[in-house]
């Protein structure tokens, strides 16, 4: 043991020297931090040295010749002490409780039953002695005969009574006049008493006395409490106990206590005794007394007897270890105490020769904490503060000498070392396993570090030249701790650059869980410890060096293994090392691990410190890894589906649902991915956001991607059906479009699936605009495949469509079209569709009937009116049927589209005859020149009536304003004259001219009567043409105005009719009226129109190029 002791203060002299008058500030200055972080730089040096010296004590040497002779030596004196106190072979009773120095209570042999105690004899104790001495039982009689010999050693008692607490019967409340009477010796011979203490239940004496043991196995102390008597004329009725004080002797005895010499000789006299009461009956508690008192010996020994105490305290123990842990509980010597480190046979053999070399308790105390305590492997840190702590109550008495203050010195300067020695190996001297022996020991390990530091004198006792805070001090050796932990871990387990990459991940996981794991029960094991004694955040501490270390570790390992991960399946090396990062993985578990540790939290880690690592990038490492897995996951995925497309038979998967089999595996897809991404807890919500969107565009191209292969099935469905089958669609048409309109829906919500909602509400507002584009864009390409398959489904029966038709409508059965064809459609759609995708699939099928009936009109433009009069009424009955008031059907207002209106209004023009249409241009005219404002080429009065129903009378009274053309400027004057040309039902033109005058006005006063014929009236269509020209001998009359009059506009009577003021204009054409010369220039072999179209060229000279110019318009 001493060459041990000798090994962990040359281990550790640098720090010695250095580590006195710790501060009890909490933050040093720079140069106090530097001292401090060089203290624990030579405590580092030295620390596995310190470990394998105090956690792996070795047997003690053979004894040198000087070490036989001092161990006689203490051997005879121990022996004389034995026979001194135990000489008429008294047992002797070791509590439980005891101390390893020996002070505790002690009771009588007669209870070690009642009490957990063992009771030891002096031949037990014999027997432990020579066998720790190695002697055998010859020489231990031999040696026990001499100490006979000798001159026993005599105990002498010093006895001080303080004061007593005297308890009355519950109504007594007057004071008494109170003395103790000690008596001593078997028969009380000897006796003492204390002075009288008058008027009070809680005298005060403080009383001493000194007297000494003769026999100890029968000597006694009696206390006797004594109250005396007032006298007669003094005394009042003073209810000490019930009724007044009977008459009798004048001292009447109040309570006594029996101490026995042996009792005394256990565990000395400090404190309150109970004394069993003698007078009355109804008390409330019993009589207390104070004493205090210590034990002294005089003997003809004349050695060291501190010295000796300690060689028996050392040979003592040694015996002890050699024992096996069966024969320390169960040895016939003594009842062993697990808790400490001795028997009880020891405990008695040390505690008799203590009293009998009047060793303190506190020399003792010192003694044990010197050579015993701090020694012990491992330290029993419980047992070390509370030794400390009668160490430190004896030095503030006064209890120490020089020299064992300067041993007391050293040894705290041990204890630091051992401390910070434990600090540093804070894992193995408190494994977080044993959880509760652990903490409570590391807690108790740093209250005596405390202890020592909040100490006065113990801190004048360190006192040197250099100053240091044992709070910086274990901070630093937090930090060594993390410095030795991660290096000791990075060379057993840490990814060698010679290793392969699969060799290099799986070292690269243990670093990662080793790292975790210690930084958990650094959080939620040893936090709580340092923080509640010493304030120190053992995470904080240790947080940024193992991290740190841990990041430039692993950064190259997983950017490496990251590289490896193939973007397609082609990449895949079958032969080589293919890297994935997939659930389950290497990689995802490193990626996990990093994210479990920077997510580690507690109050007094901050981010600030925590960046400083660099963890919080780590995610970065991982970037390229997991855009190739995504890639790589993104083309296998299409290519499963291709194949599950290509398998899918397009049936409901069961009844009452429309989509196949397929869909099933396309709405997994994003669910897949969402499992995977989860897995991905990414630190930073700016980049996980980012990420999420590249997963988010993996699975907008998957969706559009399997719509598109829906859609190539296009062909092979339509071959199945036939080309003779009068279907638009059937049951495997529907099931299609189901797949992708659910798909479509689906899409919109992939952003929620994969925890868009779970980021924070300004990274969502930084990114709702991209996210809604990215829906828009990936719906609207789904809606083109939808609409490009639909159209394809029916373009497939246009030809069908339009021959059905045309066969109909000059059949005069166009009616059957609905019944044949489109009923049966409609049929098929709401029964294998829901009710949107049934909308969907009829606005393809009712723009294609537009698109095949504007064909029709385009291509058959001279078929009879009767022709398009039965496809208009066929297209409004189709739109009827189309947008009945239903959910299942269109929208009437969506469904009358622009085409829908134009076509109506083509077909409305095409089913009249020329001569309506003719009529009917000349209706707009007159509508056009009733309500133009520019100016009019000329002004004509007239007077027009019906004098019967079929003869019309027109009165040309006067035409003025006429307004010259310019090529005709050069004539004068010009020659007018009215033509007057009536348009019936029955007659195209009735023409009639008046007289050519050549002022202006011209004052005409012609009346014309024109009989219209049997079949024609005012009721029907016709129209009053009346033309203002300028007469030409050589060429052509000249074009001067023209204004018209319908029959409608006409009054009956000559008596009705009344002036009519006319402006006449040139002619112009708008676009209505341009229709109706398109359809009368497609039916040019129609006299009527022929005639018409003639007229009209000769009245407009530029109409030809107008009517050529019409012949694009259908």
């Not at 243990?510 to 304030?535: G, K, W």
């Not at 043409?1025 to 009359?1037: A, E, G, H, P, V």
Request: proline share 4%; charged share 25%; net charge negative.
């Amino acid at each position: 043991m001493s060459s041990q002791v000798s090994l962990i203060a040359n281990a550790f002299s640098p720090m010695t020297h250095q580590q006195n008058d710790y501060s009890t500030e909490a933050d040093l200055d720079p140069e106090e931090q530097k001292r401090s972080i060089f203290y624990i730089s030579q405590a580092a040096d030295n620390a596995h040295q310190l470990t394998e010296a105090v956690l792996n004590v070795s047997e003690p040497k053979p004894p040198s010749p000087v070490m036989e002779y001092e161990n006689e030596t203490t051997l005879s004196d121990v022996i004389y002490a034995l026979v001194s106190l135990m000489e008429k072979n008294i047992q002797w009773v070791v509590p439980r409780s005891m101390t390893n120095a020996g002070n505790s209570p002690c009771y009588d042999a007669e209870q070690p039953k009642e009490i957990d105690a063992s009771v030891v004899t002096l031949d037990e104790i014999l027997e432990t002695i020579g066998e720790a001495f190695n002697k055998d039982k010859d020489s231990i009689l031999k040696l026990k005969e001499e100490a006979q010999q000798r001159k026993l050693a005599k105990l002498r008692l010093n006895l001080t009574i303080g004061e007593a607490d005297i308890q009355t019967q519950s109504d007594a409340k007057e004071p008494t006049n109170s003395f103790i009477r000690i008596k001593k010796g078997p028969k009380f011979m000897e006796e003492f008493e204390t002075p009288l203490r008058r008027g009070t239940r809680h005298p005060r004496w403080k009383y001493s006395l000194e007297t000494h043991f003769t026999d100890l196995s029968s000597d006694k102390i009696h206390l006797e409490l004594w109250h005396e008597k007032e006298e007669e004329k003094k005394k009042k009725k003073r209810h000490f106990i019930k009724g007044n004080l009977p008459e009798g002797p004048k001292h009447i005895l109040l309570a006594e206590l029996v101490l026995k010499a042996k009792d005394i000789l256990g565990q000395g006299i400090t404190g309150w005794y109970d004394m069993e009461n003698r007078f009355g009956e109804d008390m409330k508690a019993p009589t207390r007394v104070r004493l205090s008192g210590h034990i002294s010996c005089t003997s003809d020994v004349e050695c060291d007897a501190l010295e000796n105490y300690e060689i028996l305290l050392k040979c003592l123990l040694d015996h002890e270890k050699k024992k096996s842990p069966q024969e320390r509980k169960n040895g016939p010597c003594s009842k062993f105490d697990e808790d400490l480190v001795l028997g009880a046979s020891a405990k008695a053999a040390l505690r008799q020769f203590a009293l009998v070399h009047n060793l303190s308790p506190a020399s003792q105390c010192l003694s044990w904490w010197t050579n015993v305590t701090i020694l012990l492997s491992p330290l029993d840190w419980q047992l070390l503060l509370t030794q400390f702590n009668c160490i430190k109550s004896s030095l503030v008495v006064g209890a120490y000498s020089l020299t064992e203050q300067e041993r007391l010195s050293q040894s705290v300067s041990d204890v630091i070392d051992r401390c910070i020695a434990c600090v540093k190996y804070l894992k193995e001297c408190f494994p977080a396993a044993q959880t509760e022996q652990s903490k409570s020991q590391l807690a108790f390990m740093l209250q005596t570090m405390k202890s020592i530091q909040t100490h006065p004198m113990i801190r004048s006792l360190l006192m040197e030249e250099n100053n240091f805070c044992l709070r910086s001090v274990i901070k630093a050796a937090l930090l060594g701790f993390s410095k030795q932990w991660w290096n000791k871990l990075q060379d057993t387990s840490g990814p060698q650059r010679s290793e392969s990459i699969s060799d290099q991940l799986q070292s690269t996981l243990v670093l990662t869980d080793e790292v975790f794991n210690l930084l958990q029960s650094l959080c939620e094991f040893y936090d709580d410890i340092f923080m509640q004694e010493y304030d120190i955040c053992c995470l904080k501490a240790c947080y940024p060096v193992i991290v740190k270390e841990l990041i430039e570790a692993v950064e190259p390992v997983i950017t490496e293994s990251c590289q490896l991960i193939p973007k397609t399946v082609e990449e895949i090396d079958e032969d080589g090392v293919t890297m994935d990062f997939l659930i389950g993985s290497t990689l995802m578990k490193i990626y996990k691990n990093l994210g479990r540790i920077w997510l580690l939290r507690c109050p007094h880690l901050s981010s600030a410190i925590v960046e400083e690592t660099g963890i919080q990038i780590f995610s970065s490492f991982f970037e390229e890894g997991i855009e190739s897995q995504l890639f790589l996951t993104q083309d296998r995925e299409n290519r499963c589906i291709d194949e599950v497309v290509l398998n899918d038979t397009l049936k409901p998967v069961g009844p009452g649902f429309h989509f196949s089999e397929s869909l099933k595996e396309a709405k997994a897809i994003p669910h897949r991915f969402k499992i995977w991404w989860f897995e991905l807890v990414w630190p930073d919500q700016e980049d996980r956001a980012v990420f999420l969107l590249k997963v988010l565009r993996s699975l907008f191209f998957l969706s559009i991607s399997y719509c598109q292969s829906l859609s190539k099935k296009i062909d092979h469905i339509l071959q199945e059906s036939g080309e003779d089958s009068k279907e638009i669609a059937n049951e495997k048409i529907c099931v299609v479009i189901t797949n992708m309109a659910t798909i479509m829906q689906d899409l919109k919500d992939y952003h929620n699936i994969l925890g868009y909602n779970f980021l924070d509400s300004e990274t969502r507002e930084k990114h709702n605009t991209e996210i809604e584009a990215m829906v828009s864009i990936s719906t609207l390409n789904i809606q083109n495949i939808m609409q490009n398959f639909t159209w394809k489904v029916v373009n497939a029966r246009e030809e069908f469509l339009e021959k059905t038709l045309m066969k109909l409508c000059q059949e005069d059965e166009s009616l059957a079209f609905l019944t044949e064809v489109l009923y049966p459609t409609i049929d098929v759609l709401r029964k294998h569709l829901d009710i949107s995708n049934t909308k969907f699939l009829l606005e393809s099928l009712w723009v294609k009937i537009l698109t095949i009936m504007k064909g029709i009109v385009n291509r058959e433009g001279t078929m009879e009116p009767e022709f398009y009069k039965r496809l208009l009424s066929t297209l409004r009955k189709i739109f009827v049927d189309l947008t009945p008031d239903s959910d299942e059907a269109l929208d009437a207002q969506s469904a009358d589209t622009e085409d829908y209106r134009t076509l109506v209004e083509d077909l409305t023009l095409m089913e009249k005859t020329p001569l309506s249409l003719v009529n009917l241009y000349y209706k707009l005219q007159f509508e056009e020149e009733t309500n133009r404002t520019d100016s009019a080429t000329a002004s004509l009065v007239i007077r027009t009536w019906f004098q019967e129903t079929n003869k019309l009378s027109v009165l040309i009274l006067m035409a003025k304003d006429i307004v010259v053309p310019p090529e005709e400027s050069h004539k004068a004057p010009l020659e007018y004259y009215i033509k007057v040309e009536v348009l019936s039902t029955d007659n195209l033109y009735s023409t009639e001219k008046t007289p050519v005058l050549k002022e202006d006005p011209a004052t005409f006063d012609k009346l014309f009567e024109i009989d219209l014929g049997e079949n024609c009236d005012n009721e029907h269509e016709g129209t009053l043409i009346l033309t203002l020209k300028d007469r030409n001998l050589t060429r052509s009359d000249t074009f001067l105005g023209e204004s018209v009059i319908p029959f409608s506009s006409i009054p009956i009577g000559e008596s009705y009719a009344r002036n009519r003021y006319l402006n006449m204009f040139l002619p112009s054409v708008t676009e209505e009226r341009q229709k109706i010369l398109q359809v009368l220039d497609r039916r040019d072999t129609d006299k009527t129109a022929s005639t018409f179209l003639k007229k009209l060229r000769k009245r407009h000279p530029d109409a030809s190029d107008l009517i050529k110019s019409l012949k694009n318009w259908f």
